[in-house]
């Protein structure tokens, strides 16, 4: 694999975009969206992790994140993991319409990779971009926040609950805490 969008420098900030394995639609439930929210959450409180940015579509999270402790890749790798066994147990357990469907489509997934077990719910490539200018980090910001609008999801970012664009509202509040940019 090449060097290109590989996370190198573990102090920095990154953008990364979290697939579900054949662009999936899985967060369209409330249930999956909380578990990713609350497992950013956990990760801030719990490992450092700086969180400045995200948003959470149908398919996929866009992130903007450094580890204050230097440990970025192995955070990253601890929340996919935790996410993706939470949501595979959700879609088994609970009340998902979809379930039969969505876990064939994982096992299918699962059986391409040899370090699989057997469901693969995020794909393994993060797609990792170094922000390494206040440039690049406010035009990453804004993508972030424009992803919902673009989509034709909510007519302004403020509108969509699952982004952090509300937390840099004044007088408004996201769902979770962030690391607020200060350009």
Not at 73 to 83: E, N, P
Not at 98 to 109: G, P, Q, V
């Amino acid at each position: 694999m090449s060097d290109s969008y590989q996370i190198n420098d573990q102090n920095a900030m990154y953008f990364l975009t979290l697939q579900v394995v054949f662009w999936l639609d899985v967060f369209t439930r409330e249930v999956y969206r909380k578990i990713v929210i609350e497992s950013l959450s956990y990760c801030r409180n719990h490992k450092k992790l700086e969180v400045y940015g995200y948003v959470i579509m149908s398919n996929h999270v866009h992130l903007m994140l450094s580890s204050a402790n230097g440990t970025l890749s192995d955070t990253i790798r601890d929340l996919k993991k935790f996410t993706a066994n939470n949501i595979i147990d959700s879609i088994k357990n609970g009340t998902e319409s979809r379930r039969k469907w969505l876990l064939s489509e994982m096992a299918f997934a699962a059986r391409k990779h040899k370090r699989n077990s057997y469901h693969q719910f995020w794909t393994h490539n993060n797609h990792a971009v170094e922000l390494s200018t206040n440039e690049m980090m406010d035009q990453r910001l804004k993508y972030i926040h424009q992803n919902p609008v673009k989509a034709g999801i909510v007519d302004g970012a403020v509108d969509y609950l699952y982004s952090s664009a509300r937390n840099y509202c004044d007088g408004m509040q996201g769902l979770i805490e962030i690391d607020l940019i200060d350009f």
